[in-house]
């Protein structure tokens, strides 16, 4: 089982709101959660980080007010209201699994947000 | 301005061997750890490696151990990727990013590595 869930796809229409999950396995459920945007042809960029209290520090340079995060149970979910055609991207949720010599960042599947 | 900029991509056979840098500008490299992550195409993130501040210390994904080797200039502002005995299933854009107290805010733009014969 994948440490890192996330559907492949999503869609939403220009200006509305969506929200895209990224679940964890049983075992990690207090993992802290990296959301990362990359858009087509583009190296990713750094969202924000997600904990069960929801964000965690300062969300990445010159990301708007519209997307925020919430951390429930094993579920790290980013929103984005009032959606603009520049949100359509992939969105990958990442996270620490392990440490020291047993050390991986692992990532969910991605999903790809398509703006209607 | 924070700047990764990775180079050193192109067609290689399988069992060759290639080198990427990837050259930061715009904040204090020697302070951060770095990574390599890749991604084949229309794929997803795949963690490759990763090396601390002063280069001391280096972890691998399984997949790569043994035949990869994470490296730094700190001098030079330069993080390295050896890739030898290159497969088929390592094709991917390589990315580098750096990291800060566990948080990995920057990459780069990435390289493209394509093994085919």
């Known amino acids: 089982q994948s440490v890192l869930t996330q559907p492949p796809s999503a869609s939403a229409s220009l200006g509305a709101s969506v929200t895209l999950t990224c679940t964890l396995s049983?075992?990690?459920?207090?993992?802290?959660v990296d959301w990362y945007q990359q858009r087509p042809g583009k190296g990713p960029r750094f969202v924000m980080r997600?904990?069960?209290?929801?964000?965690?520090?300062s969300k990445g340079d010159g990301i708007p007010d519209r997307f925020s995060v919430l951390g429930s149970g094993l579920n790290r979910d980013l929103t984005i209201k009032n959606i603009q055609e520049e949100d359509e991207s992939d969105y990958h949720c990442?996270?620490?699994?392990?440490?020291?010599?047993?050390?991986?960042?692992?990532f969910g599947g991605g999903t790809k947000l398509t703006v209607l | 301005e924070v700047q990764l900029v990775e180079s050193g991509g192109g067609l290689v056979k399988p069992g060759g061997s290639l080198r990427l840098s990837c050259a930061a500008s715009?904040?204090?490299?020697?302070?951060?750890?770095m990574h390599w992550v890749r991604q084949a195409p229309g794929k997803g993130l795949v963690w490759v490696s990763r090396?601390?501040?002063?280069?001391?210390?280096?972890n691998y994904a399984d997949s790569v151990k043994g035949r990869f080797t994470i490296s730094r200039d700190n001098a030079k502002n330069t993080l390295y990727l050896q890739m030898n005995s290159l497969r088929a299933e390592d094709t991917a854009v390589y990315y580098c990013a750096r990291s800060l107290g566990g948080l990995r805010d920057y990459w780069g733009q990435g390289t493209l590595v394509t093994v085919s014969s």
């Open positions: 997600v904990g069960t209290g929801g964000i965690v520090g």
């Open positions: 090396v601390n501040s002063d280069g001391s210390s280096t």
């Open positions: 049983s075992d990690y459920s207090n993992y802290k």
């Open positions: 715009g904040f204090t490299f020697s302070r951060y750890w």
């Open positions: 990442g996270a620490d699994h392990g440490s020291g010599s047993n050390f991986v960042w692992v």
